[in-house]
């Protein structure tokens, strides 16, 4: 894994050129491209959204993702229209930081308007309405796996947390921003969050932007960044394989015939 920027954008264009897609420029950020692109038909049943590298100092995030689309994506990509968007903050990422130039946490700039972000993820999603969209992260601090979920019910957080589980522990009643993590799932809409995690976000985060206009399901989830890069990459393997196998199986139908199976009933 490196951190230089242009070096894995250069990887994943290839990987979308093999894959028979292109990846686009949808924006700058701090002098940066950033790129977006599309792979498989909008005709498959299952949409799914998949964000990365946001914070940058949580490369396993786009290097699993990398990895990801490299060895299987190729095995779902009939049932799956997928949307990528490899790294959003690529100074962050050449200069091993959390946030993008002058100190900006990028995942809590979502409310405003004409964030240079937004704009660029409206450049590629305008008129798309996604099953579900995952913002994948890491948290520097621990060896425990969690996930934020926002769903009319919570319906996919627990079972993306089983099919880890033989890979990494999780937190059961508190991830590490104190908010509760009920056996690593931690369900949330932005009207619900606490005062106190409020105050410390500060600003909206891209899941809560994404649900607002994109997708009625988000999960952001936490590798634990204390474990090796390797191993991380691993797992988030792991977990886009289980998540892609149970939207696939819940999305059968074609989306011209179906109602949103997962608002009504967990089929899962
Ligand atoms: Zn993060």
């Not at 990895?67 to 690529?90: E, K, M, S, T």
């Not at 959390?98 to 590629?124: I, K, S, T």
């Not at 033989?166 to 932005?190: K, R, W």
């Not at 892609?244 to 009933?265: C, D, E, K």
């Amino acid at each position: 894994m490196t951190n230089h920027y242009h070096k894995l954008i250069r990887q994943f264009s290839q990987t979308f050129s093999d894959l028979g897609s292109s990846l686009i420029p949808v924006g700058n950020l701090d002098s940066y491209p950033i790129f977006g692109g599309a792979l498989g038909s909008p005709q498959a049943p299952f949409h799914l959204l998949l964000t990365a590298g946001l914070h940058g100092d949580e490369p396993g995030s786009p290097a699993g993702l990398l990895q990801w689309l490299q060895r299987a994506y190729p095995h779902w990509r009939d049932q799956l229209y997928l949307c990528v968007f490899p790294c959003l903050n690529p100074y962050g990422l050449e200069h091993c930081q959390r946030e993008a130039d002058g100190g900006v946490d990028l995942n809590r700039q979502f409310h405003q308007y004409d964030f240079r972000l937004a704009q660029g993820l409206h450049c590629l999603l305008q008129g798309q309405r996604f099953d579900l969209a995952i913002d994948l992260h890491e948290d520097i601090d621990t060896e425990k796996f969690y996930v934020w979920e926002i769903a009319p019910k919570p319906l996919w957080g627990p079972r993306v947390i089983q099919g880890i589980l033989p890979l990494v522990p999780v937190y059961h009643l508190e991830s590490p921003d104190g908010a509760p993590a009920v056996n690593g799932v931690i369900s949330q809409t932005y009207a619900s969050l606490s005062r106190k995690i409020k105050e410390r976000l500060r600003g909206r985060p891209l899941s809560h932007f994404l649900t607002e206009h994109y997708t009625d399901h988000a999960l952001t989830t936490e590798l634990p960044g204390k474990l090796p890069l390797a191993r991380r990459v691993a797992i988030e393997n792991v977990l886009l394989n289980h998540v892609v196998q149970r939207g696939t199986a819940a999305y059968m139908r074609p989306r011209s015939r179906r109602a949103s199976v997962m608002r009504s009933n967990d089929t899962m």
